[in-house]
């Protein structure tokens, strides 16, 4: 099956970015975990900064989601037929860890074709169309947004919708990685599926406790968050601290691990371990630059965001350092894929031996002909007429 086209390319890139934008704020505003209506000037500014993170990531990952996807459909998946016949078989092919060997193509006679990802042109084209998609996040964000209180007279929809937009910007640059390096792409994926299940888990636990539907903070769950004991100095929670770290180290050195066996890809693997951190810290930085105008739940959040990117980095780092020492210990061998049969058997299958079924030349007596030679390669000799061996 040949892949999508460049119109079917922007095309998924748009929709797909939309469509995840609208399903991620959905479920958010669903469960509660965005709630702009408990956003006031007092007891709601944690809610109002917390929905904001939210808001920026949603976006950037909707970007990302809409230009992988268009780019995983646009490869190609097989060679069409007419391009297979009159390709010639070649005598022997070696498949690398970049090749892909075509199935549809006749018995013996498979092609080698490298999977390409279309050049930084192709990224860039696809990051733009996911951003174009998820600009329907900025609407989804600012319209309920209405219902927040601010201080100072400021429209809430409006500062919104900014937060969201320049999220837009962050997930384009972010998407343009992920098109680049597959690694990338497969952190990204995976940050973004562990965050809204952390997230659900955390919700989870404030209903069952008879806290209600909360809002939660992005990539934290504070269990027990009442026991003065899981708190260092009363603003530091370490046990969400070692699972934002465990998690994004973790991650990071599966996500790269496929990428990392292919010594052309090892350097884009070893870093990908930041890419999905790297947009979580920068929607923190940007809801709330300075750590003064937080509460004291949200500061482990801010803090441990940034160390979180290095924690992914040195998970894909481990992964790639221990992928090349493999690789100088036991180095891959290709694989020969032999030639295609042509339907005329080789010479040395039509050569018919003296004295098998269709010759007529019997075997020599005196060990001269063939009879003599398997004898002299068995170690016995021939004596007299009749066909009676002894050993040499």
């Given at each position: 099956m040949a892949g999508l086209g460049w119109g079917g390319s922007i095309a998924t890139a748009v929709g797909v970015a939309a469509g995840a934008g609208a399903a991620q704020l959905g479920f958010g505003y669903g469960l509660g975990i965005i709630n702009w209506t408990a956003a006031d000037a007092t007891a709601g500014e944690a809610v109002w900064v917390a929905g904001l993170a939210w808001s920026t990531w949603i976006a950037g990952t909707?970007?990302?989601?809409?230009?992988?996807?268009?780019?995983?459909?646009?490869?190609?998946?097989?060679?069409?037929?007419?391009?297979?016949?009159?390709?010639?078989?070649?005598?022997?092919?070696?498949?690398?860890?970049?090749?892909?060997?075509?199935?549809?193509?006749?018995?013996?006679?498979?092609?080698?074709?490298?999977?390409?990802?279309?050049?930084?042109?192709t990224a860039v084209v696809l990051a733009l169309a996911g951003a174009v998609g998820a600009l329907l996040t900025v609407l989804l964000v600012a319209v309920p947004a209405?219902?927040?209180?601010?201080?100072?007279?400021?429209?809430?929809?409006?500062?919104?919708?900014?937060?969201?937009?320049?999220?837009?910007?962050?997930?384009?640059?972010?998407?343009?990685?992920?098109?680049?390096?597959?690694?990338?792409?497969?952190?990204?994926?995976?940050?973004?599926?562990?965050?809204?299940?952390?997230?659900?888990?955390?919700?989870?636990?404030?209903?069952?406790?008879?806290?209600?539907?909360?809002?939660?903070?992005?990539?934290?769950?504070?269990?027990?968050?009442?026991?003065?004991?899981?708190?260092?100095?009363?603003?530091?929670?370490w046990p969400g601290a070692l699972l934002a770290l465990g998690s994004a180290a973790l991650i990071g050195a599966l996500a790269a691990r496929r990428a990392a066996r292919s010594p052309q890809r090892r350097l884009g693997a070893a870093a990908s371990g930041a890419a999905g951190p790297l947009l979580v810290a920068l929607a923190y930085l940007l809801a709330a630059p300075g750590l003064t105008a937080i509460g004291r739940e949200q500061v482990s959040a801010h803090l441990v965001a940034p160390y979180a990117v290095v924690a992914g980095f040195a998970g894909s780092m481990l992964t790639a350092a221990l992928a090349q020492r493999a690789a100088h210990r036991r180095p891959d061998a290709p694989v020969a894929i032999p030639r295609q049969r042509t339907g005329a058997a080789d010479d040395a299958t039509t050569a018919q031996a003296p004295g098998s079924a269709g010759s007529n030349k019997p075997p020599e007596p005196d060990g001269s002909g063939p009879a003599g030679t398997a004898g002299q390669s068995t170690g016995q000799v021939c004596t007299g007429s009749l066909p009676r061996w002894s050993s040499a």
């Amino acid at each position: 099956m040949a892949g999508l086209g460049w119109g079917g390319s922007i095309a998924t890139a748009v929709g797909v970015a939309a469509g995840a934008g609208a399903a991620q704020l959905g479920f958010g505003y669903g469960l509660g975990i965005i709630n702009w209506t408990a956003a006031d000037a007092t007891a709601g500014e944690a809610v109002w900064v917390a929905g904001l993170a939210w808001s920026t990531w949603i976006a950037g990952t909707s970007t990302v989601a809409g230009a992988v996807c268009a780019q995983r459909l646009r490869q190609p998946v097989s060679a069409g037929r007419d391009e297979l016949l009159a390709s010639p078989a070649p005598e022997s092919v070696t498949v690398g860890a970049d090749a892909t060997v075509d199935p549809s193509s006749p018995a013996g006679g498979r092609t080698a074709r490298p999977r390409g990802d279309g050049g930084p042109g192709t990224a860039v084209v696809l990051a733009l169309a996911g951003a174009v998609g998820a600009l329907l996040t900025v609407l989804l964000v600012a319209v309920p947004a209405r219902a927040a209180s601010l201080p100072g007279g400021s429209a809430p929809q409006t500062v919104a919708a900014c937060y969201a937009g320049v999220g837009l910007l962050v997930g384009l640059l972010a998407a343009v990685w992920a098109l680049r390096s597959p690694a990338a792409a497969t952190n990204v994926i995976a940050t973004v599926g562990w965050l809204w299940g952390l997230a659900v888990v955390a919700v989870l636990d404030d209903v069952l406790s008879g806290r209600g539907l909360t809002s939660a903070q992005l990539g934290i769950w504070q269990l027990g968050a009442d026991s003065p004991s899981l708190w260092i100095r009363d603003w530091f929670y370490w046990p969400g601290a070692l699972l934002a770290l465990g998690s994004a180290a973790l991650i990071g050195a599966l996500a790269a691990r496929r990428a990392a066996r292919s010594p052309q890809r090892r350097l884009g693997a070893a870093a990908s371990g930041a890419a999905g951190p790297l947009l979580v810290a920068l929607a923190y930085l940007l809801a709330a630059p300075g750590l003064t105008a937080i509460g004291r739940e949200q500061v482990s959040a801010h803090l441990v965001a940034p160390y979180a990117v290095v924690a992914g980095f040195a998970g894909s780092m481990l992964t790639a350092a221990l992928a090349q020492r493999a690789a100088h210990r036991r180095p891959d061998a290709p694989v020969a894929i032999p030639r295609q049969r042509t339907g005329a058997a080789d010479d040395a299958t039509t050569a018919q031996a003296p004295g098998s079924a269709g010759s007529n030349k019997p075997p020599e007596p005196d060990g001269s002909g063939p009879a003599g030679t398997a004898g002299q390669s068995t170690g016995q000799v021939c004596t007299g007429s009749l066909p009676r061996w002894s050993s040499a």
